[in-house]
C-alpha cells in the first residue's frame, strides 16, 4: 500500500486549504476538478480546517477582511455568468423560438416583445452599440463570409486578399482618378465596392479548381485575377467611405442583392461540370 506525502495531498495542509479557497475565492468544485477529488472529500476536509462557506458573509468578514469577501462575490458572480452563458447557448443558441417554446407560447413570446419595444425609446448610443453587437460573426445568423476557413480550408485568404482584393481595389480607385460614381465627391477615401460578391466569386473559383483537381492558393489567386480582369468594369464600383457604408446598410440589402443577381450568369462557367484535370 502507497504511503500518501503531503505534497501530494495539499488539501492536508490548513494554509493551502485557506490561500486557494478563501483569499483565491475558488469553489470546493473548482478545487474537485484541480485535484481530480471527489465533493465529499474536499468538502470534509473544510469542515476538519473549520475553514468558513462563502456564504457565511459576517464570518470571513470579521477573519480575513471586506476585500476577501469582496473577492470571493466577484469571482463567484464570473463563474456563474459564464456557466449560464454556456448553458443559454446549448439550450438556445441557432433556435428559433417555436424550437424552445413551442408554436403557441411562441406567439405570445413574440407578441410581449413586440409590445415592449413598440413605445421603447433608445438613445442612438445604444442603437449604435447594439448593431455593432449583431454584425458579421456576432450575428446569431451567421453562416460564414470570406474568411471562414468551414470550405476551403487550405487556401490561404490573407495572400488571396492581398494579392487579389487590395490590387484591384487599388486599381479601380486609380482608373475613377478617386472620385465615387454614387455621389461625384473626389477623395483619399474612396474604395471598391463589389457589386458582385468577392466572397461568392472566391467560392465558386474555388469549386471550379476543386473540379480540375488543381486547388491550392497560387492558382485561386491567378484565376480570381483573371476574372477581375475580364469583368473588371461590371463587378466593380468606386465609392466613398459614406456611399460604400450606405450600400452595406440593411435598408439597402434588397436593392444590393437585386444587382448582384444580374451578374451571376458570370459565374455560370464555374459550375458548368468542369471536366477534371488527370492528377499528377
Known sequence: M?????????WRNKDWFIEQFIYLGKSIHELCIELEMDWSSLERWRQIHDIPKHSEKERIIEEYGIEVYENIVQRKKKRYSISNKRKAD???????YEEIYGEGIAQEVKNKISIGNKNAKRSESFKENLSNRQKGRNN???KGGFYSTHAY?????LSVKEYVLDTWNRQIVIEKDYTCEACGVRTFACNGHHVLSFTKIFEAICFFLSKQ????????????HQFHKRHFSQIYRCLCLPCHQDIHKQQNHTIRINEEKKLFYLLEPYFSNPEPSPEK
Open 140 to 142: 446569431s445568423n451567421w
Open 2 to 10: 502507497g504511503v500518501f506525502v503531503l505534497s501530494q495531498t495539499p
Open 90 to 96: 446549448e439550450m438556445y443558441k441557432g433556435k428559433r
Open 153 to 157: 480550408p487550405e487556401i490561404n485568404r
Open 213 to 224: 483537381n488543381r486547388l491550392d492558393t497560387l492558382s485561386v489567386i491567378t484565376e480570381m
